[in-house]
């Protein structure tokens, strides 16, 4: 498999410079040994800060990769700052390869419990401190599926973004009303998506469909009817919820019947 190729690639690369990367994890699906042709790369590295130039670092790997087989060379890459990403596009089937270029170990944290590994061999690639496998040996004692902490969360952001979006439509500011109704959307289809007894992945929940109903326009003389829809979807997640959240659930109805009343 081209993937499996260009870890190997990446992980004699690594080894070799250890003034500048710490260690190296591959998470998502192949750091759970489940990847597949259609899989990304995803590494995260625990870099020196003072010691790695990124430009520099860019051209290294592009030159690792450049003799190799074609549908291995590097041809494109995207360096994204604030995400402190590099993403590395391989061949003609423009394969991906993101490394995520930290300074701290609990940087690792998120994205690592996210992958939901359990076998750390299969994950780590690199470790010249000898403090990647403690660290992470220690993250996997920590809960992970904290659902009812995830629907009280999302409760609260959504009404939030409800909010914002009526704003952006009183405001007659079509694109804002737009931009913002994708995100109120998007936090109620990761309820729908929790509520359904899914939690892995649920920040970017898998092979989700909504009604067309459901989906927005610019059209601000659509917008009430929109927003009416929206708000109908949240109600119908709302009686999905236990009994243990009664008073929240309320408060969520309380909310977005006066939001809708507004002038």
């Keep these: 498999m081209e993937q499996e190729k260009i870890i190997r690639y990446l992980k004699d690369f690594l080894e070799k410079i ?98 939901r590994i359990t076998d750390l061999n299969k994950c780590i690639l690199i470790d010249h401190c000898n403090l990647i496998r403690p660290h992470l040996e220690n993250i996997l004692t920590l809960p992970y599926d904290d659902r009812q902490g995830l629907i009280r969360e999302l409760l609260s952001s959504i009404q939030f973004q409800l909010e914002s979006t009526c704003t952006a439509k009183r405001r007659g500011d079509p694109y804002k009303y737009y931009f913002l109704f994708n995100i109120a959307l998007h936090e109620l289809v990761r309820l729908a998506y929790v509520l359904d007894g899914k939690i892995e992945y649920n920040y970017n929940p898998p092979r989700s469909a909504v009604n067309a109903d459901l989906l927005p326009s610019m059209d601000l003389t659509k917008s009430d009817t929109h927003m009416k829809n929206l708000v109908a ?15 929240l659930t309320r408060k969520a109805r309380e909310f977005c019947e006066d939001l809708l009343k507004r002038k």
């Design 18 to 115: 250890p003034q500048r990367i710490r260690g190296a994890i591959v998470i998502g699906s192949f750091g759970r040994g489940e990847g597949s042709l259609l899989s990304d790369i995803d590494i995260e590295l625990l870099v020196v800060e003072d010691h790695l130039d990124i430009d520099e670092f860019t051209n290294e790997i592009v030159e690792l990769f450049k003799h190799s087989e074609e549908s291995l060379i590097v041809k494109h890459t995207i360096w994204l700052a604030n995400q402190r990403k590099l993403a590395l596009y391989h061949g003609s089937q423009l394969l991906l390869t993101e490394l995520y270029l930290y300074t701290e170990l609990s940087q690792f944290d998120k994205y690592f419990l996210g992958s």
């Design 233 to 247: 979807f949240f109600f119908q997640q709302l009686d999905r919820i236990d009994n243990n959240e009664t008073i």
